[in-house]
């Protein structure tokens, strides 16, 4: 086991550690100065910037409010419709293409609105789009990937808030194959950006353990 140094002594209760290729990072009070990935990239987790009532006030309303659609994917020329739902929203009606299928940007709602201004605030980057995940439960999760579509700012930052389940998040280095995971909070922010995308790959991972929702805003930048 490799300790990691220069993580604050102050508020950090767990290890950091690597094992047999893969970090691991879990339990510590987030320090967003502080890049999760050894190389390559840049990822800042913020942890928890909501307070329990507010990020459940958030899960309802969100549950509640935007239109879900099964995700849908185009493999080999056969159409996938996915258990997870997906919404994507903009402040125009931008299109986003990936796994071979188009989606069009509905108007921003006013709690992602309010959710964007106070990401922007928190990071000091700016968003113009976010799609929305909605896992129904521990089950249902993402394959690895990346964010590179090309209707994307190269390079741009992705901030990543989730409410709901806490579930495990992972990088792997597309060469290395070097792992990175940690536990994403409930009201917690997650930062990708820098050259993230063009070196490591990330996926929810499913787990039998969890049988509450998680609903993931991922703000970005479509280029215009």
Same mark, same amino acid.
């Given at each position: 086991?490799?300790? =990691? @140094?220069n993580f604050p002594p102050s508020g950090t209760v767990c290890r950091t550690s690597i094992k047999n290729g893969k970090m691991e990072l879990f339990d510590k009070e987030a320090d967003p100065k502080i890049n999760l990935?050894? @190389?390559? &990239?840049?990822v800042n987790y913020y942890g928890k910037l909501f307070n329990q009532a507010a990020a459940e006030q958030y899960l309802e309303t969100l549950l509640h409010t935007i239109e879900w659609r099964n995700d849908e994917a185009i493999i080999f020329g056969k159409k996938i419709i996915t258990k997870r @739902?997906?919404?994507? !929203? &903009?402040e125009n009606t931008f299109g986003y $293409? !990936?796994?071979n299928t188009t989606k069009f940007a509905l108007p921003w709602t006013k709690e992602l609105l309010e959710l964007k201004a106070f990401i922007v605030k928190k990071t000091g980057?700016?968003?113009n789009s976010c799609l929305l995940n909605l896992y129904h439960n521990g089950d249902e999760g993402m394959a690895w990937h990346s964010d590179g579509e090309t209707d994307l700012k190269k390079d741009g930052a992705i901030g990543s808030l989730s409410f709901g389940a806490e579930? @495990?998040?992972a990088f792997k280095h597309k060469q290395t194959k070097e792992k990175v995971e940690l536990i994403l909070e409930q009201g917690s922010l997650l930062v990708m950006k820098g =050259? $993230?995308?063009t070196h490591w790959l990330h996926r929810l991972p499913p787990t039998r353990l969890i049988s509450k929702p998680r609903v993931n805003l991922t703000f970005r930048t479509i280029v215009l």
């Open positions: 086991m490799v300790e =990691i @140094k990935l050894p @190389k390559d &990239g840049t @739902k997906v919404a994507w !929203y &903009g $293409t !990936y796994s980057e700016t968003f579930r @495990k998040f =050259i $993230t995308q």
